[in-house]
């Protein structure tokens, strides 16, 4: 996407700062996370646009790319 990156942060209870994966492309969002640390947020998939983000949920540092709710994708 050229020039910026922005990358998902989270900062843990414990006051611990994490830099979070993304799908591939530069730019993912880190939104809530819940009493057991598992963030939710988006990410940008290869080839992907800031237009079409898809939702995804960071577990123990992995991100996992959730399905979506049906229809075209």
Do not use: C, H, K
């Amino acid at each position: 996407m050229g020039g910026i990156d922005i990358r998902a942060a989270a900062f843990m209870p414990s006051g611990a700062s994490l830099t979070l994966p993304s799908l591939g492309e530069e730019e993912s969002q880190a939104l809530t996370v819940n009493n057991r640390n598992d963030i939710a947020g988006f990410s940008i998939e290869p080839g992907g646009t800031i237009y079409d983000p898809r939702a995804v949920l960071w577990q123990n540092g992995q991100i996992i790319r959730l399905p979506t709710l049906g229809g075209d994708d």
